[in-house]
Nanobody
Framework: MQLQASGGGLVQPGGSLRLSCAASGFSFGNYAMGWYRQAPGKQRELVAAITSGGKTNYIDSVKGRFTISRDNAKNTVYLQMNSLKPEDTAVYYC???????WGKGTLVTVSS
C-alpha cells in the first residue's frame, strides 16, 4: 500500500489550497478514506472522511470551508481547503480508515 499526499504550501489567511493523495497497492474504491492533520505539539486529528460510496463527514472547525472528494478511476482523494486560517497550519495526511499504514504528509502553513 502507498499513499502520497501533495499540494501543501504556504498560503495567506483567507486563501485556498487543494490537497491530493494518490493511492496504490490496494482496491482504493472499496475503502473509506480520511484526511488527518497534526499541528506542532498536538495530536493527530481526523479532519474529513469519505466513504466508498461518497458520503462525507467533517469536524466542526472545517465545516463549510473544506471539501473532501474522491476519484475512484484515478485512485485519488482530494481535500479542497478554502478560507484558510492560521489554526489550519499542520501536516496533512491521507489515510485508509481503520488501517495501520501512514504515508508521508504534506505541510500546510497559513500565515501572513
Amino acid at each position: 500500500m502507498q499513499l502520497q499526499a501533495s499540494g501543501g504550501g504556504l498560503v495567506q489567511p483567507g486563501g485556498s489550497l487543494r490537497l491530493s493523495c494518490a493511492a496504490s497497492g490496494f482496491s482504493f474504491g472499496n475503502y473509506a478514506m480520511g484526511w488527518y492533520r497534526q499541528a506542532p505539539g498536538k495530536q493527530r486529528e481526523l479532519v474529513a472522511a469519505i466513504t466508498s460510496g461518497g458520503k462525507t463527514n467533517y469536524i466542526d472547525s472545517v465545516k463549510g470551508r473544506f471539501t473532501i472528494s474522491r476519484d475512484n478511476a484515478k485512485n485519488t482523494v482530494y481535500l479542497q481547503m478554502n478560507s484558510l486560517k492560521p489554526e489550519d497550519t499542520a501536516v496533512y495526511y491521507c489515510h485508509v480508515l481503520g488501517d495501520s499504514y501512514w504515508g508521508k504528509g504534506t505541510l500546510v502553513t497559513v500565515s501572513s
